[in-house]
């Protein structure tokens, strides 16, 4: 049934950060013993309605929680989506997960583009670290949120970045 998510993706940089965004949820999954493929897939489908709604944001996750009301989709995995876009509470470990992982694989991505490698397999916590500190450089990431990983997640932001750039990286 999610094939029909993946067709509204398509490819492209939101496409990207959706498979960023599976791979980092699923090895944030085992590392709580919960289930791997609803947080993959939670990962892979927040965002499928990004492009339908620019420049207008204010529908973000409304009409994917419709397609995925459609298709049959977990209730959580619907909750998870609509809170990552504050349009829900975040009161699950997976609302809270996805909410904390979706800047988080904005900015790997983006520190890795000035990589001379371009690679995520390349990215050293600690150059996330730096670019974090510089407000011009993916001006647009929320690093608040990022570092939120360690109220939200109980997990200190050097070992949820190695995490989330080792699972990007696979």
């Not at 699950?92 to 694989?105: F, G, H, N, S, Y």
């Not at 001006?139 to 080792?166: G, H, M, S, W, Y």
């Amino acid at each position: 049934m999610y094939h029909l998510v993946l067709a509204r993706l398509g490819e492209g940089p939101t496409f990207d950060h959706c498979i960023a965004t599976e791979r980092c949820m699923a090895a944030l999954a085992r590392r709580f013993g919960e289930d791997a493929e609803l947080w993959g897939l939670t990962g892979l489908v927040h965002d499928m309605d990004l492009d339908a709604c620019e420049p207008d944001l204010s529908n973000h996750t409304l009409i994917a929680k419709h397609v995925l009301e459609r298709i049959g989709a977990p209730r959580e995995m619907i909750t998870a989506v609509l809170a990552h876009n504050d349009k829900a509470p975040r009161t699950t470990l997976l609302d809270k997960a996805l909410w904390v992982t979706d800047p988080t694989t904005g900015m790997i991505t983006a520190t890795s583009l000035v990589l001379p490698s371009r690679n995520v397999a390349d990215v050293q916590v600690t150059s996330v670290k730096k670019r974090m500190k510089d407000k011009r450089f993916a001006a647009a990431v929320n690093r608040d949120q990022i570092r939120a990983c360690e109220t939200e997640l109980v997990i200190p932001l050097d070992e949820f970045l190695e995490l989330c750039i080792k699972a990007m990286a696979m």
